[in-house]
């Protein structure tokens, strides 16, 4: 808008100026014609002359040269002239056409010297002289001639205005000016205050959506909240299609979860039935074995393999209700140290007798500090025991080393649990925190899917952190419960 109002600005100065030199052509062409007209007049008036050449004109002539330039500039509008003499000055002034309350008979004080200069450049060349001196909102267009005798050393001159800052063409350029002017800030208006409805009715928009990011429970996590329509048909357009698919994407979120549930609750149905059947055909071979045999003996180690499998199932029971049933932490200030300590201690001589090293890292912002988390003790100490008893049996024969760690980062503590054995192959990471889940042939799969528990019970996340050798768990807590 800026470069075509600008463009269009210059055209119309362009175009002024163009009618300004235009009007000051035909000003020197007036003054030419009234010179003429002068030096014509002038020509009637002394044919036939008698006397000898006239050096210094007397009153009665002066007052007849008055009349022939006032006859000469009769019809010229605008134009003011005389006769001039090299010795004597003005010897008559004309300006018939003033439109002034009488008629004008001095001549003008301001332009005396540009009329006297003019006429001697005449005088000399013999021949017309012109004078063009431009001001301000007006141009003076001169122009003198010489006079033949019988009057010696005269010439006639004439003399108009060209007023560039008036007139139809100056108020031409000022219309339009005032019009682009005027054009530009409304559309300027216009389109700002289209912009700043459309900035607003956005800024709503981004406002729900930010609501919704802060509020995600309130229409479903991960869903798209309904927005309302704006009234404006352009924005209404992406409005309506961002809520279609919003709506799309909850049905196939919602679409998603089920078969997601579905297929874990096949997964646990299968890890359950997995469990307790190995447990059952075992007892069932030791019952079969004990009561085809008369030994009593026999019976007796039947009835105690039986009674192993029975604390079997009953321990794995016993991780699936703590799995199912959430139970509320009961926070106190725990010693973080002593409890990674005593986990250590525990597991001890599990791991010496596997040749595995197990290490305690305790950060420097933990040890210096006076604060203690607050904790569930117990449920933290679980899950620590169940972390490290992976590592135990994930690391084969031969030695290996374990390391608790204890971190703070802010309001966030992190426990740490890694080892240097073989890892968690790639297939079972996306569902290692399943239960049932396992990479080993003697596990439950609990251990890692009560631990994530307890730490969402607690405000915080269990996660494997990918690492160049060996398997890294983290458990995140907030140092103090919100």
Same mark, same amino acid.
């Given at each position: %808008?800026?470069?075509?109002?600008?463009?269009?600005?210059?055209?119309?100065?362009?175009?002024?100026?163009?009618?300004?030199?235009?009007q000051?052509?035909?000003?020197?062409?007036?003054?030419?014609?009234?010179?003429?007209?002068?030096?014509?007049?002038?020509a009637f008036?002394?044919?036939g002359?008698?006397?000898?050449?006239?050096?210094?004109?007397?009153?009665?002539?002066?007052?007849?040269?008055?009349?022939?330039?006032?006859?000469?500039?009769?019809?010229?509008?605008?134009?003011?002239?005389?006769?001039?003499?090299?010795?004597s000055?003005?010897?008559?002034?004309?300006y $018939?056409?003033?439109?002034?309350?009488?008629?004008?008979? @001095?001549?003008?004080?301001?332009?005396?010297?540009?009329?006297?200069?003019?006429?001697?450049?005449?005088?000399?060349?013999?021949?017309?002289?012109?004078?063009?001196?431009?001001?301000?909102?007006?141009?003076?267009?001169?122009?003198?001639?010489?006079?033949?005798?019988?009057?010696?050393?005269?010439?006639?001159?004439?003399?108009?205005?060209?007023?560039?800052?008036?007139?139809?063409?100056?108020?031409?350029?000022?219309?339009?000016?005032? &019009?682009?002017?005027?054009?530009?800030?409304?559309?300027?208006?216009f389109?700002?205050?289209?912009?700043? +409805?459309?900035?607003?009715? +956005?800024?709503?928009?981004?406002?729900?959506?930010?609501?919704?990011?802060?509020?995600?429970?309130?229409?479903?996590?991960?869903?798209?909240?309904? &927005?309302?329509?704006?009234?404006?048909?352009?924005?209404?357009?992406?409005v309506?299609?961002?809520?279609?698919?919003?709506?799309?994407?909850? @049905?196939?979120?919602r679409?998603?979860?089920?078969a997601?549930?579905?297929?874990?609750?096949?997964? &646990?149905?299968?890890?359950?039935?997995?469990?307790?059947?190995?447990? +059952?055909?075992? %007892?069932?071979?030791?019952?079969?074995?004990?009561?085809?045999?008369?030994?009593?003996?026999?019976?007796?180690?039947a009835?105690?393999?039986?009674?192993?499998?029975?604390?079997?199932?009953?321990?794995?029971? =016993?991780?699936?209700?703590?799995?199912?049933?959430?139970?509320?932490?009961?926070?106190?200030?725990?010693?973080?140290?002593?409890?990674?300590?005593?986990?250590?201690?525990?597991?001890?001589?599990?791991?010496?007798?596997?040749?595995?090293?197990?290490?305690?890292?305790?950060?420097?912002? +933990?040890?210096?500090?006076?604060e203690?988390p607050?904790?569930?003790?117990?449920?933290i100490?679980?899950?620590?025991?169940?972390?490290?008893?992976?590592?135990?049996?994930?690391?084969?024969?031969?030695?290996?080393?374990?390391?608790?760690?204890?971190?703070?980062?802010?309001?966030?503590?992190?426990?740490?649990?890694?080892?240097?054995?073989?890892?968690?192959?790639? @297939?079972? =990471?996306?569902?290692?925190?399943?239960?049932?889940?396992?990479?080993?042939?003697?596990?439950t799969?609990?251990?890692?899917?009560?631990?994530?528990?307890?730490?969402?019970?607690?405000?915080?996340?269990?996660?494997?952190?990918?690492?160049?050798?060996?398997?890294?768990?983290?458990?995140?807590? $907030?140092?103090?419960?919100?």
């Open positions: %808008m800026l470069a075509s109002a600008g463009s269009t600005g210059f055209l119309l100065v362009e175009f002024y100026r163009q009618s300004a030199t235009v000051v052509a035909q000003a020197e062409t007036a003054v030419a014609r009234a010179c003429q007209d002068i030096t014509d007049r002038y008036f002394t044919a002359w008698a006397r000898p050449a006239v050096v210094d004109a007397d009153p009665a002539l002066k007052a007849d040269l008055v009349l022939v330039v006032q006859s000469a500039l009769a019809r010229s509008l605008g134009v003011e002239g005389g006769i001039w003499q090299a010795r000055g003005s010897l008559a002034y004309a $018939p056409t003033y439109e002034g309350t009488g008629p004008k008979s @001095d001549l003008p004080a301001a332009e005396l010297s540009a009329i006297s200069r003019i006429n001697n450049d005449a005088l000399d060349s013999e021949r017309p002289v012109g004078l063009r001196r431009a001001g301000q909102s007006q141009t003076l267009v001169l122009q003198a001639c010489p006079l033949p005798p019988p009057i010696r050393d005269a010439t006639a001159w004439a003399m108009t205005r060209a007023f560039t800052g008036q007139g139809p063409a100056f108020n031409q350029l000022l219309a339009g000016l005032a &019009l682009l002017t005027v054009t530009v800030l409304g559309s300027a208006l389109l700002g205050r289209l912009l700043l +409805i459309f900035s607003r009715r +956005i800024a709503v928009l981004e406002q729900t959506l930010a609501t919704h990011d802060q509020n995600a429970h309130e229409w479903g996590k991960g869903d798209l909240p309904v &927005l309302e329509r704006t009234g404006e048909r352009e924005l209404d357009r992406l309506d299609a961002l809520n279609a698919t919003g709506q799309r994407l909850a @049905d196939a979120r679409r998603a979860s089920t997601e549930r579905l297929a874990a609750v096949g997964r &646990l149905l299968a890890g359950m039935a997995h469990e307790i059947r190995n447990p +059952i055909a075992a %007892m069932r071979l030791k019952a079969e074995n004990a009561l085809a045999s008369h030994d009593p003996e026999r019976g007796r180690g009835l105690t393999a039986i009674l192993d499998q029975i604390a079997r199932l009953d321990g794995l029971l =016993r991780d699936l209700l703590a799995l199912t049933q959430h139970r509320e932490p009961r926070r106190e200030p725990v010693d973080i140290a002593s409890l990674l300590s005593l986990c250590a201690n525990l597991h001890r001589d599990l791991a010496e007798a596997k040749g595995i090293v197990v290490e305690v890292v305790i950060d420097a912002a +933990i040890q210096a500090g006076d203690r607050c904790l569930d003790a117990g449920q100490a679980r899950c620590l025991d169940n972390l490290v008893l992976n590592a135990i049996q994930t690391i084969p024969e031969g030695g290996g080393t374990i390391q608790l760690g204890a971190f703070r980062n802010g309001e966030t503590l992190l426990l740490r649990v890694s080892d240097t054995g073989p890892g968690v192959r790639d @297939d079972l =990471r996306q569902h290692l925190f399943e239960p049932f889940v396992t990479g080993r042939a003697d596990g799969g609990l251990g890692l899917a009560i631990t994530r528990e307890i730490a969402l019970a607690h405000g915080g996340d269990a996660r494997l952190v990918k690492t160049g050798r060996g398997a890294t768990f983290e458990i995140e807590l $907030p140092w103090q419960p919100s």
